[in-house]
């Protein structure tokens, strides 16, 4: 088999985080690349820092996937004469392509809140804020019986009775359809001004929204007859089972502290290491998670029902009116170490998802830590501001 093209790959990775799903201010997909170049070796990393794309060409990658963009905010230039312009050219003179997944690879499944909550042991896991689900409308039209795999045929190419891993799915009924043509009428079966009854079938099959034009036009090009009876009714809207965030349960209950050493274990290690806010010996079991800055999801997860909310880059302000409120208490990791399990993830299932295409992928997890923190210095705790002594430096 030939390599994947850039192209087979974009394809795959977008098969799995939709960019249709990032939020409005976001900017992810192909940043640098021809979709014509071949793919054999892809590096993943949280962020696009000129030390990630160094380690990627010195590994030999044709592709680099970060979660971070390099651009969220637009560019004129890529010039060199600037620390995000080096990347650039670096990439394009070592024949590396970048792609970013961010907040499309954060709300789904298998994404970056999964891969935090499936790391911690969570179980019957939910989004804290759940993506809209797909608009759906039910069809039902009526049809002779002799026509009615043909129209669901045709139904069902335009987009409809599509239920998860099912296709062409649909309610038929048999009954009775009655009508008299009027002058003008050229009708299939029957002739003008007499009743004619016909063996009909009632068919059923929901559809997407977004379908619905290709569904009834579908309908009336299949349809035998000229005027085909249908009802279509808009179903309620539901959440979809991806979204921000994950809230879920521990499989037994658990100290905030030795919860706080959980995540400490589990997470890669960074010089500013984890945070703890709230009576470290107050029992928790149901956990928010959030990869990333997620301080804006305080107020939904307190009533979710959350006891502790791990997410990143807390302040100082929020975190400490939130805490005088009660629960949840509060555990607060870098913000490139909660996002970082998902690299993993998402290199294993661009791994199986090629070669389930026949061909073989070579791949590789940045280990780099791309917090902008490189030291923490230990202190020694006083009730006495500004008696605090240096007890040296921890990595």
Not at 77 to 103: D, F, M, N
Not at 131 to 154: C, I, K, M, N, S
Not at 302 to 316: C, F, K, M, S
Request: aromatic share 4%; proline share 8%; charged share 20%.
């Amino acid at each position: 088999m030939p390599p994947l093209t850039l192209a087979d790959v974009v394809d795959l990775l977008e098969g799995r985080y939709p960019p249709g799903t990032a939020e409005e201010w976001d900017a992810v997909g192909l940043v640098t690349g021809d979709p014509a170049d071949a793919v054999e070796k892809v590096m993943l990393a949280v962020d696009p820092t000129l030390e990630v794309v160094s380690d990627a060409l010195e590994w030999g990658a044709d592709l680099l996937v970060t979660h971070h963009p390099l651009y969220l905010r637009g560019t004129s230039t890529v010039a060199a004469t600037s620390p995000k312009g080096q990347v650039v050219q670096s990439l394009i003179r070592g024949g590396c392509a970048l792609y970013t997944a961010h907040t499309n690879a954060d709300a789904a499944a298998d994404g970056v809140a999964h891969a935090l909550a499936d790391l911690l042991g969570l179980v019957g896991t939910r989004p804290i804020e759940p993506l809209p689900g797909t608009a759906l409308d039910t069809l039902a039209t009526f049809v002779p019986r002799e026509h009615t795999q043909r129209l669901l045929d045709a139904l069902a190419a335009a987009g409809a009775g599509r239920l998860g891993d099912y296709e062409r799915a649909a309610f038929l009924s048999p009954g009775t359809g009655t009508f008299r043509p009027l002058p003008g009428a050229r009708p299939a079966v029957g002739a003008v001004g007499v009743v004619e009854d016909v063996a009909e079938d009632r068919i059923e099959v929901v559809l997407p929204r977004a379908r619905r034009t290709a569904v009834l036009d579908a309908l009336r090009g299949a349809h035998p007859y000229e005027e085909p009876a249908f009802t279509l009714v808009a179903q309620a809207a539901q959440d979809a089972a991806t979204g921000t965030g994950r809230i879920g349960l521990l499989p037994a209950p658990m100290t905030l502290r030795a919860f706080g050493e959980r995540v400490a274990a589990a997470l890669p290690a960074t010089p500013q290491g984890i945070r703890i806010g709230g009576d470290l010996d107050a029992e928790v079991r149901t956990v928010a998670v959030c990869g990333g800055a997620g301080d804006s999801l305080l107020g939904q997860v307190r009533r979710l029902g959350a006891d502790v909310y791990l997410t990143a880059d807390l302040r100082h302000h929020p975190a400490s009116e939130h805490l005088a409120g009660g629960r949840p208490y509060l555990v607060d990791a870098t913000h490139w170490a909660s996002e970082w399990p998902w690299l993993p993830r998402a290199a294993e299932v661009l791994r199986s998802d090629a070669r389930a295409r026949g061909v073989r992928l070579d791949l590789r997890v940045s280990s780099r830590v791309t917090d902008p923190w490189s030291l923490h210095l230990g202190q020694q705790h006083s009730s006495e501001p500004g008696s605090t002594q240096n007890e040296g430096a921890r990595p």
